[in-house]
């Protein structure tokens, strides 16, 4: 019995590339899709109400300045640094009463 054939042997060195390319583009897109399905599942959570306490107002912010924090507007140094403090400070204050 013959054995398989291996295509990607018999192909060139472009042709494999191109190939790996497109398999890399569309776990990209799919891990894209997925992302993007959890964001949303996560915003309707903290849509469905108030928070219930600072701990959860906290979480709430801290999605939306990491939202912010990956956009154009916040990538000045002085921004940067204001994210961090402000996080730092909620640790900070949240953790105060322990």
């Not at 590339?17 to 309707?44: M, S």
């Amino acid at each position: 019995m013959d054995k398989p054939t291996t295509l990607d042997k018999h192909r060139g060195l472009l042709a494999q590339k191109a190939t790996e390319l497109r398999r890399l583009q569309i776990e990209v897109e799919t891990d894209q899709a997925a992302l993007k399905a959890r964001e949303e599942e996560l915003e309707k959570f903290f849509l469905a109400g108030p928070a219930e306490d600072w701990a959860e107002a906290v979480e709430k912010t801290r999605y939306l300045l990491g939202l912010f924090n990956s956009s154009p507007d916040a990538q000045y140094p002085r921004r940067q640094l204001l994210i961090q403090r402000v996080l730092a400070d909620f640790d900070r204050l949240l953790h105060h009463g322990d």
